[in-house]
């Protein structure tokens, strides 16, 4: 089994603008697709430091002495940056995409489409889980989760349906809970509808949203002058998020402009509306259809 096929890579890559003797994070380095191309382009004295929370993709390192694997969060960045005496770096990559082993491995029950206890911890020694966000949180945090994160215009609706069901049951599975929304999700779209559900709970159990507020004020800190961060969203909210700080610097998108009227941003767009998959890259994988990339040079 493939742990991930990256998406956009040679996009990526190219868009690092990677110098030999430079220092790189990859902030998700899942299967290492990623990671390998920067290596591959790295020289002798280049230096790789990869992050990822989920402790399966231990299992793709591989032997190199120009590379550093973290096994954390990378809204850590500064901690470990500062742990390896690094006082800048040259790129940063990030694949904020749920990696394919995730879905595929069943009982991490990140999918709806495999019966599997509802985990979706991306570390698993993480405390939350999915189903126990489900059986404790009251409605109107349950209502907000998915208005916010899952953006589902039934959102109030499905919470209360949720409440009701474990009202008489725990609701622990994948399928309990794809089946005790069922009645509330529009016909022909509700493989999309469930998938924004599943979205939803997996962005609150893995607190993904803080997280990248966090790391992107400490990718600005530490990127040099030319340095790129490169970055490949999924949906709309974290998207919003990078495309507003790549304009202007700050994670809200607040705008200063200076005695001109031109925005003060320390970065400079390289791929202004960001880069889409081709439709053959879509076809090879369909899990790219939602990928955007974007590229920025700090100033």
């Known amino acids: 089994m493939i742990y991930h096929k990256p998406v ?36 002798k004295k280049g230096r790789l430091l990869a992050f990822d929370q989920d402790a399966d993709a231990v299992q793709n390192i591989k032997e190199d002495p120009r590379l550093f694997f973290v096994n954390s969060n990378f809204r850590y960045l500064r901690n470990f940056l500062r742990y390896h005496d690094i006082s800048g770096l040259d790129g940063v990559m990030a694949d904020l995409g749920i990696s394919s082993h995730q879905i595929d491995t069943a009982e991490r029950g990140f999918s709806f489409m495999k019966d599997a206890r509802l985990d979706m ?140 009227g031109n925005i003060l941003t320390p970065f400079r767009l390289i791929n202004k509306n960001g880069t889409e998959p081709s439709e053959e890259e879509i076809a090879n994988n369909p899990r790219a259809r939602s990928a955007r990339l974007r590229i920025a040079e700090k100033l």
């Not at 030999?20 to 994070?25: D, K, L, R, T």
């Not at 999915?130 to 349950?142: G, H, M, Q, T």
Request: proline share 3%; net charge negative; aromatic share 6%.
């Open 8 to 43: 956009l890579l040679d996009e990526s890559i190219n868009g690092l603008n990677i110098k030999p003797e430079g220092i790189f994070a990859d902030l998700t380095f899942g299967g290492g697709g990623h990671s390998s191309a920067i290596l591959e382009k790295l020289g």
């Open 121 to 260: 911890r991306m570390n698993s020694s993480a405390q939350v889980s999915a189903a126990e966000v489900l059986n404790s949180y009251p409605e109107e945090e349950l209502t907000r989760i998915f208005r916010s994160y899952g953006e589902l215009n039934n959102a109030a609706a499905i919470s209360k349906a949720i409440v009701k069901l474990r009202s008489s049951s725990e609701i622990i599975s994948t399928v309990q809970l794809a089946e005790g929304v069922a009645h509330l999700l529009p016909r022909q779209k509700e493989n999309r509808e469930l998938a924004k559900i599943f979205q939803a709970l997996r962005i609150e159990v893995n607190d993904e949203m803080a997280a990248l507020r966090e790391v992107l004020p400490q990718i600005r800190d530490y990127l040099v002058p030319g340095g790129r961060m490169v970055f490949l969203t999924y949906h709309s909210l974290e998207d919003r998020m990078v495309k507003n700080f790549m304009r202007t610097g700050k994670v809200e998108g607040e705008v200063e402009k200076d005695f001109y």
